[in-house]
């Protein structure tokens, strides 16, 4: 009998310890998979899971316990039931009193039972109320987001964790449809314009009205940007150069160059480059020919806005009738020459040389002062379009010096102008001089044609 005794309490205490575990699972785990929040895989935060999961593990390891101890007898089955199941003082005593009072083994599993259900309620009630998600979800500002129109692809939560994560709580437990943040809370991003022709497309009169009605009306730079690109290449033909100007296009593109966007600045320098080509377009832009001017001396050195502009000024003074505009800038070009690198100074030399071929400018040029640094060009280091360059400048000077009568006044240029230092200082010829043995044959017989005119 007494071997039947403890088979049956084995038993019960095996059906009391699993029934434990179900309820467990129902009152914690067993809940609307689809609520859970969606941070599942978070190594720290399976670090901080909550007392729930602990309470279902010490309930399982109790409930075990207790079934053993209720073999040895009453009085010791009682003292496990009353182990501690991390929910504070109050319920460990509550549940100690229960398994006490009862006289019986279905007492002690009420007991266990009705502790376990109060533990999860405390727990949900406190989850419930710590639930809400602190902080405001942004966008990824550096991240585009390909097929989507005002949202965003992958939103950031501001902080370290979401509120209800900081606090330790389970990765099961729920969150209400509440805790959401707002739509509202999400800044929208515009989709990018479909510009209606492609760049290289080669435009009618009716499509370049449409291109310069856009650029006029838009203040997106994107589609600035695309609309400047489309109007250069198609004022690259001569018929599309008049059909721009004719539809008011110059003042459109022009207004642009006033813009800090150094992208679009130079995009408008390139389609008015192409556009000045055509004399009639040229009376156009001479009205910001001051401007161009300006902007290129002050913008980043050797910056692209700055290649165009000086592209766009060496366009505008192939012809005599605008070079006076730029000749209070004399002295910024010669320091420019100085400064810039490479692709600078053979843009520069290319702009000075339109100047030296008017001798009306001869006076005006070889006045102004020049830094004495400017000797170094003549320099075999140099390569062959550099020196060219710098010798024609040469060339032209000392014949326009000539032709105008200028070596009699030396007088009246100082020590630090150009003129000092082309005629009167003799480095120059020593240098040219020296150029005469130069590897490169044209570089060559450009020195020789230049020391036959000393």
């Known amino acids: 009998m007494g071997r039947t005794r403890e088979a049956g309490c084995l038993a019960a205490g095996v059906v009391i310890g699993a029934g434990a575990c179900y309820c467990v699972y129902r ?20 670090e901080e899971s909550s007392d729930i999961a602990e309470t279902g593990k010490g309930a399982k390891a109790n409930a075990g316990a207790g079934a053993g101890a209720r073999l040895q007898g009453d009085s010791k089955a009682k003292a496990e039931v009353s182990v501690e199941l991390r929910s504070g003082p109050d319920v460990k005593a509550e549940a100690h009193l229960k398994a006490q009072s009862g006289g019986g083994l279905e007492a002690k599993a009420r007991a266990l039972f009705s502790t376990l259900k109060e533990q999860a309620s405390a727990k949900a009630g406190k989850g419930a109320r710590l639930g809400t998600i602190s902080g405001t979800r942004t966008l990824t500002p550096g991240l585009p987001c390909p097929g989507v129109r005002g949202g965003g692809c992958h939103p950031v939560r501001n902080g ?17 449809k509440s805790a959401r943040t707002p739509a509202t809370s999400w800044p929208v991003r515009r989709g990018k314009f479909n ?6 497309d080669i435009l009618g009169a009716t499509d370049l009205q449409k291109v310069l009605n856009i650029l006029e009306r838009t203040s997106d730079p994107f589609i ?10 198609n004022a690259a033909y ?34 008015l480059n192409n556009l000045s080509v055509n004399a009639e377009n040229q009376g156009k ?31 505008m003074t192939v012809t005599n009738h605008y070079q006076h505009l730029l000749s209070y800038s004399f002295p910024d070009f010669f320091a420019l020459l100085f400064l810039g690198n490479y692709f600078t100074k053979i843009q520069i030399m290319k702009l000075i040389i339109n100047f030296t071929e008017n001798p009306a400018m001869t006076r005006e040029l070889v006045s102004c002062k020049v830094p004495s640094e400017l000797i170094s060009l003549f320099n075999k280091e140099w390569d062959r379009e550099i020196l060219l360059n710098i010798l024609t400048l040469f060339e032209n000077i000392n014949d326009n010096i000539k032709n105008e009568g200028l070596a009699s006044s030396r007088k009246e ?13 003799g480095v120059c010829v020593k240098k040219i001089k020296a150029l005469a043995n130069h590897s490169d044959l044209v570089v060559k017989v450009k020195v020789l044609k230049v020391l036959t005119k000393l």
């Open 27 to 46: 009152l914690t785990w067993g809940r609307d998979e689809s609520e859970k929040i969606w941070d599942d895989h978070d190594d720290d935060e399976e």
């Open 160 to 176: 370290a964790r979401a509120g209800g994560r900081t606090s330790g709580k389970s990765k099961g437990r729920t969150r209400g």
């Open 195 to 200: 510009f209606p022709y492609k760049i290289d």
């Open 224 to 233: 600035q940007e695309v609309a400047l690109v489309t109007l250069g290449n």
């Open 238 to 271: 001569s018929f599309n150069q008049n059909a721009i100007r004719e539809l008011g296009g110059l003042p459109i593109i022009a207004k642009l160059i006033k813009t800090k966007d150094p992208i679009i600045r130079e995009k408008a320098y390139n389609a």
């Open 285 to 315: 832009i001479k009205t910001y020919i001051s401007q161009v001017c300006d902007d290129t001396m002050i913008c980043r050195l050797d910056s692209a806005v700055q290649m165009a502009g000086l592209r766009l000024l060496t366009n």
């Open 413 to 425: 240029f100082s020590r630090s102008s150009l003129f000092f230092l082309f005629k009167e200082s």
